[in-house]
């Protein structure tokens, strides 16, 4: 028997680098991706989370905001790290780039 071939939808590959994000200490939450021409033609989710597939190779672009008083370079590099390591584990695709862009940093409200 052939193995067959297997398949992974763009929103699995979302969904990964979603819930691997919101995992990483720092993170507050993802922010919508602003709208730009050369996202045009990439698959866009409103979730902040863009996957780009080329040649089995994943890309992908965060958008994301911080909790105050977080060192802003660690916790975008441990963005980085463990995004590409959760796609890499779970679904077996190289990752290619995983590129981090602080929307915001969420400042407590202060009362009056």
Known sequence: ????????APEILVTIALLTTLGVPGVSRLANAPPSVNRLFIPRTD???QIE???DTVYATLNVILVN???IRDVSHNIQRQV????SEMVGMNVGQVDVHIADIDYP???Q
């Open 53 to 55: 597939v080329s040649d």
């Open 69 to 71: 008083d977080v060192n």
């Open 109 to 111: 409200e202060v009362s």
């Open 47 to 49: 979730s902040g989370v």
């Open 84 to 87: 590409a390591r959760a796609i």
């Open 1 to 8: 028997m052939s193995d067959g071939k297997t398949t992974i």
